[in-house]
Every structure is written in structure tokens, then in C-alpha cells.
């Protein structure tokens, strides 16, 4: 699936990054705790590399438990990386991300060193929810659609203590073409880079395999786990959607209107808490998603070459 959204501000951000990050103390990188991986910035990891990191894993709420435990124990096994995860509405799990950072930069967090945190972050992944609440009001503007925040914004959450919010960003391609429908499904994305009913297709092919039992459970459209398991993912999205009401005119299936409410469902938490991707998981995609990205640039490379040499060839003649 290829996604062609990549607003022209992130252009901008990834160099306001990498002027802010000179100043700072400790980078927060806040992730979706349901598609840690996939909702992580390569493109910031480059950038941030000599400073302590912190994984915020927000939206913990919606994520399987025993998963984002296994998560925790990988990025906390990781060099200068700290990791916590949290429901970014709730104050006391607001305030351990404090106690995080001065873990990480023990020198700083006084009057006269104060401690500097940058949070970045994905688009819609819960920045300005923690920082509204963390300050005790609503200062940062929060929306249900990715790409709100947008101006740099710098808040004193306690005395010595000033965090800088950056706008939201995304990379310019991804490499691993699970991230694409994981990140999709979980709304990440604008809407229109992505074809509804692939991601929903996507997604019930992933609970099929590990979440049987919520798909029985919410749609009861057959009677067991292994009806759910053993049936096409295409007759599965069919049968849920007559079962919801997706029909058009003359009883055809609706297939948008399905994968809206298949999509919805999901991301509202209403199919249960599930987390869409493994530590062991995601780095076998990666090496695939590598592998092919490699292919794809030794392509244009040698393309770019064969045109050069035709050039030379013509200009020859
Ligand atoms: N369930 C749940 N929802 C959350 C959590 N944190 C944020 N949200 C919701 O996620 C949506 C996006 O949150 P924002 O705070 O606007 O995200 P942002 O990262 O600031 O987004 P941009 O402005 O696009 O950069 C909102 O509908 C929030 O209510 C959380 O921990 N759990």
C-alpha cells in the first residue's frame, strides 16, 4: 500500500527539530502502545540520537497489557531509553514521564539547570491530551484528526521543569508495509491515503490470527473461534457488514460503509483492548521491509544509470 501524504510542514519540523534538540535535556517520543513500532519516527531516531530518550507508549487504555509489557521490557533494555506507558487523560501516569525524565538527566530539574524535554511525535497520538494534562487546563489544542498541532509551544509543567511541544510529524516513506496499514488503521494517517476496506481487510486478517475471539465476540456472525479463524477475511468483513447494516440498494454489500464501521470499532476500543504488532514481530517486517526498500533503490539506481548512458549515447549521435 503505498500512502501519499506527507504535508510540506514536515519539512519544516524535522529541521525545527533538529534546531530545538540542541537545547534539550531529554526527548520524549510519545507512540501509539497499540502499533508501538510502526507509530515510532525513523526519521527522528537519527535525529535525536545522542540524547536520552523517552518512549511514552500513549493510549496504553487501548492496548493489550501483556503486550505493551513486552514492549516496555524491550525499549527499557535499549541504551539511554526509558519507556512507560500510559492513558495520556489521566494525571497520576501524566506525572511518572517527570520522574522518568529526571531519571534520565539527573543533573538537571533545578532553578538554575532546569531540565529541557522535547516531546515529539506522530500526528494524533496524544500530545496535547498529556500536555492539557499535565498543565491543568486545556493550553494545547487536541482533535480526533491527525496534523493538528502545529506551532512550537513551551510549557513549565513544575518549577525547573519546561517542556517543548513540536508540531506532529510523519516520515517521509515507510519502509515497512505493515506500519502503513497498522498506522492506518489506527487512524494516523489523513484520510484519503488509504483505501478503507485493504486496511479493514488487513486488520481482520491480524485478529483473526491473535484476536479470534474478539471478532466472535462483537460480531457474532458464525459460532466458534475456529469458524472465525478458519474463514476467508474477505467472507468475514462480508458477513459482519450485512450483519451491521452495510448494504446497498438490491442488498449488495456496502463495502466502504463496512469498513468504516470495522475501522471504527476498532480504534473507539469497542473490539477490546488489542495491540497490532510484537517486538519479534515487527523486526522480521523490518528485515523484509529493508530487504525490498534495498531492491527498490538498486532499481532506480540503475535506472537513473541506463538513462544517463542513453543520454550520452544520443548526444553521440
Ligand atoms: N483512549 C485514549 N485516547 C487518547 C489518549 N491520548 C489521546 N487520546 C485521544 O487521541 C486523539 C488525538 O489526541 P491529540 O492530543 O490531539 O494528539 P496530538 O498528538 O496532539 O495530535 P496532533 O495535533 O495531530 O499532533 C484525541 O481524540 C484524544 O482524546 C489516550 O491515552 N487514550
Redesign the pocket.
Known amino acids: 500500500m503505498s500512502i501519499q501524504w506527507f504535508p510540506g510542514h514536515m519539512h519544516l519540523t524535522r529541521k525545527a527539530i533538529g534546531e530545538r534538540v540542541k537545547t534539550i535535556d531529554v526527548v520524549i517520543e ?1 507512540v501509539d502502545a497499540r502499533l508501538p513500532a510502526s507509530s515510532a519516527n525513523p526519521m527522528l531516531r537519527d535525529l535525536l540520537a545522542q540524547k536520552p530518550n523517552l518512549k511514552i507508549l ?5 492496548a493489550d497489557a501483556s503486550r505493551t509489557q513486552a514492549w516496555l521490557e524491550w525499549y527499557n533494555q535499549q541504551d539511554n531509553t526509558r519507556a512507560v506507558a ?4 489521566h494525571t497520576a501516569p501524566a506525572k511518572a514521564m517527570i520522574e522518568a525524565c529526571l531519571d534520565l538527566a539527573p543533573t538537571r530539574g533545578t532553578m538554575v539547570k532546569p531540565m529541557r524535554v522535547l516531546i515529539c ?10 500536555i ?1 494534562t499535565m498543565v491543568g487546563r486545556r493550553v ?10 502545529r506551532q512550537e509551544q513551551r510549557f513549565s509543567l513544575q518549577d525547573g521543569f519546561y517542556l517543548f511541544d513540536t ?2 510529524v510523519l516520515w517521509p516513506r515507510i519502509i515497512v508495509a505493515q506500519s502503513g496499514y497498522n498506522l492506518a488503521a489506527a487512524g494516523s494517517i489523513g484520510r484519503n491515503a488509504f483505501d478503507d476496506e485493504l486496511v479493514a481487510l488487513e486488520l481482520i486478517a491480524y485478529l483473526q490470527q491473535y484476536y479470534a475471539s474478539v471478532l466472535l465476540e462483537r460480531y457474532q456472525v458464525v459460532d466458534n473461534v475456529a469458524e472465525v479463524q478458519a474463514m476467508p477475511d474477505h467472507e468475514l468483513f462480508e458477513l459482519i457488514g450485512r450483519k451491521r447494516g452495510a448494504l446497498m440498494p438490491g442488498g449488495r454489500i456496502n463495502a466502504q460503509k463496512a469498513a468504516e464501521i470495522i475501522l471504527q470499532d476498532f480504534r473507539s ?1 469497542m473490539l477490546g483492548r488489542i495491540t497490532l504488532e510484537t517486538p519479534a514481530e515487527f523486526e522480521e517486517w523490518l528485515k523484509t521491509g529493508e530487504r525490498l526498500d534495498a531492491e527498490r533503490t538498486l532499481r532506480k539506481e540503475q535506472y537513473e544509470l541506463d538513462r544517463q548512458q542513453n543520454k550520452k549515447r544520443r548526444k553521440k549521435k
Open positions: 510519545m500513549n493510549k496504553a487504555d487501548l500510559m492513558d495520556g487523560h511525535g506522530i500526528p494524533n497520538v496524544g500530545k496535547s491530551t498529556l492539557n494545547a489544542k487536541a482533535a480526533n484528526e491527525p496534523g493538528v498541532t508540531p506532529g476500543g
